[in-house]
T-cell receptor, first 110, second 113 residues
Framework: GQSLEQPSEVTAVEGAIVQINCTYQ??????LSWYQQHDGGAPTFLSY????GLEETGRFSSFLSRSDSYGYLLLQELQMKDSASYFC???????????FGQGTTLQVKP | SQTIHQWPATLVQPVGSPLSLECTVE??????LYWYRQAAGRGLQLLFY??????ISSEVPQNLSASRPQDRQFILSSKKLLLSDSGFYLC????????????FGPGTRLTVT
């Protein structure tokens, strides 16, 4: 089967750094993606890791270790607008279909 | 530029009634198309995906079906809704054989009463 584990909630203060971990079990692994979803809105793409290592996009970075079936999303210089749910998703085949984790709700406090 | 449309935005339907949700994509050709459902406070569950006209793969056996009558049109249907069909339905697209980004539509919030 396929499964992903990520923490359900994380709280941090404005300006801080937070790391959201994701572990997965899947067959036919192609890559790990991260999506952000604000309350009531649609998910938006943040990053993708197809190979081991760190990908950096502005304040957000994502890391993948295929041997450990593990990845994380790192958010730096947190802002209030970063309060949202964050989903890791495994690309489980070359059709592009994604298997999503249950999501981590990030609350940023002043 | 590419855009994705979904309608309606919200829908309240009685148990046992039919359902038809439509999704269209503009500005791209031969996209991969996906239907997801999200229960309140939960992750996204992939329901169907399609890599071409008339090609539908079902991920979860249930009383829903999908069709792709045109290249950029994806329809989610049900003959008889169940209470458990309530949720947030999201359509998404990606480039053919896309291995990274999926682009989501605004979603339809369905309440079955």
């Amino acid at each position: 089967g396929q499964s992903l584990e990520q923490p359900s909630e994380v709280t941090a203060v404005e300006g801080a750094i937070v790391q959201i971990n994701c572990t997965y079990q899947t067959s036919g692994f192609y890559g790990l993606s991260w999506y952000q979803q604000h309350d009531g809105g649609a998910p938006t793409f943040l990053s993708y890791n197809g190979l081991d290592g760190l990908e950096e996009t502005g304040r957000f970075s994502s890391f993948l270790s295929r041997s450990d079936s593990y990845g994380y999303l790192l958010l730096q210089e947190l802002q209030m607008k970063d309060s949202a749910s964050y989903f890791c998703a495994v690309q489980a085949g070359n059709t592009g279909k994604l298997i999503f984790g249950q999501g981590t709700t990030l609350q940023v406090k002043p | 530029s590419q855009t994705i449309h979904q309608w309606p935005a919200t829908l309240v339907q009685p148990v046992g009634s039919p359902l038809s949700l439509e999704c269209t994509v503009e500005g791209t050709s031969n996209p991969n198309l996906y239907w997801y459902r999200q229960a309140a406070g939960r992750g996204l569950q992939l329901l169907f995906y399609s890599v071409g006209i008339g090609q539908i793969s079902s991920e979860v056996p249930q009383n829903l079906s999908a069709s792709r009558p045109q290249d950029r049109q994806f329809i989610l249907s049900s003959k008889k809704l169940l209470l458990s069909d309530s949720g947030f339905y999201l359509c998404a697209w990606s480039v053919p054989r896309g291995l990274d980004e999926q682009y989501f539509g605004p979603g339809t919030r369905l309440t079955v009463t």
